[in-house]
Structures are given as C-alpha cells and as structure tokens.
C-alpha cells in the first residue's frame, strides 16, 4: 500500500513541478504513432514540451474524473468519450475524431491462423487473450462482436483478460495464448511474431476521438489537437496503419 | 451488484489467501534449507550468494515478473522444458501466482532463517551428537526448535508480502477472475474501470486481512518481529 501510495505522490508532484508541459493521455494503440507526432509538433512549436500517458481510455478517463493534470485525451472508442462528455470532463467543441482502425484476431506467428470466430469456440483454442471490456476499448469491441455472434459465453471462459491492447499484443507474441483480439495497427508492430487470421466486423465502427480537457489552461492543447488532424501528422498515422475518420 | 461484487470479493480473498499459504509453505522449505546453508556451510562466494538471494526484495516487482515471464513462459528454456515434459504451464494459473510470491518473499525467510541459526549456540548441537543423535536428529530436534521463533518472524513477514504480492504476480499469472486475480490485482482492476463500490469493499476486506494476520503475528512472535523490540 505504502509503495502504492508513494508512485501517486511521484506521479503528482511531477505534474504539478513541470506545469508548463503539455500532457496528453492516449490509448495505449497510439503509442508508436503519438510518440513520432508529439516530436514533430514539439519541433514545430518551439518551447512547448509533450508528455505523454499511454494506457488503455478506461483508466485515463478515470484518473482525468479524479483530477489528474491532463490537458488532451484521446480514447479507442466514443463510448469512453460519451463518458468524458457526460461528466463534463472534456471542452466538447473541441472534440473530434481522428483516425478510424480495425479490430482483428491475432494468432503467433508459427501456428496455424484460424478462420472465424466460430473457429476460436473449438475445443484447440485453449485461451484467448481480450482487453478487459470495462477497462480496454479493444475488449468492448470485441465482447459486442461475440456476443452478435451467440459466441460470448463460451470465448469468456477461455478468456485471458488484459489491461491493454498491447498487453494481448504482448501474449500473443509470446506465444502464452492461442489467439488474441488488437487492432490491425497493433498487429503490424510485430509482423514477425504474430499474424492476423481474420479481421473482425464490429458493430460500431473503430474511430478514436481526441479533446481538450476541461480542466486544462494550457494553451497548447488545443494547438496540438489541431496538429493531430493537419496532414504532417495525418501521414505518420497512416504510416503505422491507421484508417481516416 | 451488492451480493455480486460481494461474491468476487470473497473469491479474491480466497485466492489470495491460497497462494500465499502455499508461497509461505514453498519459502518455508526453500528459505530453511537455504538459510541453514549459509549459516553454517563455508564456501567461497558465500556472501555473493546471500546477496543475490536477497535480491527479490530489492528488485521492482516488475522486473522479477519479467525474468519469470521470460524464464517460465512457453517460449522461455523452464516453460518449454516444463510444458514439454511435464505438462505443465505456469503464466496465467493461479500456481503461477504461487511462484511469483514465493520468489518475492523468499528473503524474508532466508534473511531470518540464517539470523535464526547463526544464533544457535554451536555447543548445544554438539553435545547432542556426543549424546549419540545423528546430524538429521540433531537438525530436527536441536537446531531447528531453537531457532524456530526467528524462522517463524519471518514466515509472518513473508505471508505478509505475498498476500500483498501485486506487481510480478500481475505479470506472470494475469488477471483472471477466480482464478489468479487476488485482491490486490482486483483493486487495481476495479478502480481502473471506476467501479468505487468493489473498490471501496475490497480495500476494506484487505486491509481487514493484514489486521487480523498483524495481531495473529503479535501474538505468535511478539519479541522477533523486526523493528519491534
């Protein structure tokens, strides 16, 4: 408890010392793609720093609801930012959407790819790793899908739940699981260990959402709100794969 | 909601409770035996080996996860060897729970355990193996009774620490409900998804837990408990 308490108190007093930084929370999917982006808006705006908060949208929305010093978030999924919206947590005239993606299974690389969903049921597929659905976009997605197609109950209890969509990268490249549920972008980061078998219709389309928090004063968010939309940053998204909105 | 995340709270207690009985259970023979060694065997790098035995505890959780992630899982030399042979699979059981908390809490043991036997006076032993007890006989009925309530400090301190175990145990055996996610993972999992009422019953029931083994602990070995005197 005491550790825990002591990587809050970190955690804050780091975010109040550097202020003047730009602090963005994003989905753990834009890790690479935001990463590549924050340089470049960073060199393009001299003197403003950006920081970044990778983690899956459930639990930034949360640490944003709790008062965390964020100053832009963009989720996985418009559910997690209806939510932000609700709670008055994000400027809404700011808000747009960004980029689109594709929910896909993942198996590793030296296995046999399945072929549908129905496949993932049989008794060879021993575990299948998903993003937590109350936590992970990814895993929202995906429980819909299952649960459209009658398969829910019995992929659930072959489920390994992940804290991110990166996390069911992760198993899959290590083979600790049969197949996994990402999304197409998180899928090519590692052609080398997983490959995609089958891309997964969802029920509502996969578009992430960007906004400037409503508790921000940082005038740089929502500069970079705007940059996330310009054409520089654009073709770095769509370098790692990702659709537009 | 109410009896349902009541439920899972029980569940998560349960577990947890499971998997540190058996990691206190596996460091009670491992961190014994090792301590022993220590205390009495001469051999070069003694020290070196007492270091590295007592890395658990310095080491972030998260970087023992991630050696037993490499070392276990099935593509690391121990998981492949184990899944191959024997059958068995650590990462994402609750077993594998028990492994990753029996690692971090081992040098609680250890620490104690050598403390413990370094303190037995060396004559005692001596004049039992004169009096005709063989060297198990001496361990068993000499040795180990007397150091029995330092070696016994340190199995509370190390129950301690794998009923709180989070970080490598998170890595290695994931977060599956009822079956390796405990209660300090299903705190965690609950408050990412802002579900405060689980939240707020499992904190309780924790912190509850550490209560009852902490009088438990007072009561048992009230002189040895490091830090009190």
Redesign the interface.
């Known amino acids: 408890?005491l550790r825990r308490v002591v990587a809050v108190s970190l955690v804050i007093a780091s975010g109040v010392a550097a202020a003047a930084d730009l602090t963005v929370s994003a989905a753990a999917s834009l890790t690479n793609a935001f990463q590549q982006i924050g340089t470049a808006f960073e060199a393009a705006n001299p003197g403003t720093k950006v920081q970044f908060n990778f983690a899956?949208s459930?639990?930034l929305?949360?640490q944003i609801?709790r008062g965390a010093p964020v100053d832009v978030f963009a989720s996985a999924d418009q559910e997690t930012m209806n939510q932000a919206d609700q709670q008055k947590l994000v400027k809404p005239a700011t808000r747009a959407n960004f980029v689109s993606n594709s929910l896909v299974v993942v198996v590793p690389a030296d296995r046999p790819a399945t072929k549908s969903l129905d496949d993932l049921a049989r008794p060879a597929v021993r575990?299948v790793a998903i993003g937590?659905p109350?936590?992970v976009p990814a895993g929202r997605y995906t429980k819909a899908a299952l649960e459209k197609a009658g398969l829910w109950p019995r992929i659930e209890a072959k489920?390994?739940?992940?804290?991110t969509v990166r996390h069911v990268l992760d198993?899959v490249a290590?083979?600790?699981?049969d197949a996994g549920f990402v999304y197409s972008t998180d899928a090519a980061l590692m052609p080398d260990k997983v490959k995609i078998a089958f891309t997964v219709p969802t029920e509502q389309p996969v578009l992430y959402p960007i906004a400037v928090v409503a508790a921000s004063s940082n005038a740089a968010a929502e500069r970079f709100v705007a940059y996330v939309a310009s054409p520089p940053a654009q073709a770095v998204l769509a370098r790692y794969g990702f659709g537009k909105p | 909601m109410a009896s349902a995340s009541l439920d899972a709270a029980w569940i998560a207690l349960g577990l947890s409770l499971k998997v540190a009985l058996w990691a206190t259970a596996l460091d009670l023979v491992l961190g014994v035996a090792a301590g022993f060694a220590l205390a009495r065997l001469r051999f070069p790098g003694r020290e070196l080996v007492d270091s590295i035995l007592l890395l658990p505890m310095v080491l972030p959780p998260t970087v023992l996860g991630y050696y037993l992630l490499v070392a276990v899982g099935r593509r690391g030399w121990l998981g492949g060897w184990l899944e191959g042979t024997l059958g068995i699979r650590l990462v994402f059981t609750w077993q594998g729970a028990v492994l990753a908390a029996a690692i971090v809490a081992f040098p609680f043991v250890c620490k104690s355990a050598r403390a413990a036997f370094e303190g037995v006076d060396v004559q005692l032993e001596q004049a039992a193996h004169v009096l005709g007890l063989g060297k198990v006989a001496v361990f068993f009925r000499v040795t180990l009774p007397l150091a029995w309530r330092g070696i016994l400090a340190g199995l509370l301190l190390a129950f301690a620490r794998a009923f709180g175990e989070f970080g490598a145990t998170l890595m290695v055996a994931g977060s599956i409900p009822g079956k390796t996610q405990t209660l300090s993972i299903a705190v965690y999992e609950a408050v990412q998804a802002g579900q405060d009422d689980l939240a707020n019953l499992l904190v309780v029931l924790t912190s509850a837990t550490c209560v009852a083994v902490l009088l438990l602990a007072g009561r048992i070995a009230p002189m040895r408990i490091p830090g009190r005197s």
């Open positions: 408890m899956a459930g639990p929305l949360q609801a575990q937590v109350a936590i489920m390994i739940g992940a804290q198993y290590r083979a600790e699981v």
